[in-house]
């Protein structure tokens, strides 16, 4: 099952997840935007990995995120 990981941002060493774009069950294409994250500075916008169905989140709305780590699985 392929991941969404946050990728690498630069200087960013922790981000927060504003929002989620798409709910679980919903179908997603590449490239669209999936998830908005934020740092002290500046928001970003993550976008899906591939085609397929979110079918599971990982970082809810208000939890931290650093390089690397898994927020949701699409199948």
Not at 33 to 47: P, Y
């Amino acid at each position: 099952m392929p991941d969404v990981r946050l990728p690498d941002l630069g200087e960013v060493d922790e981000v927060t997840v504003v929002e989620w774009l798409k709910k679980e069950g919903e179908t997603v294409a590449h490239g669209e935007d999936l998830v908005e994250v934020e740092t002290e500075k500046t928001t970003f916008v993550i976008e899906a990995p591939q085609d397929g169905r979110l079918v599971q989140i990982l970082k809810p709305q208000g939890e931290k995120a650093r390089f690397d780590d898994l927020l949701a699985r699409i199948d």
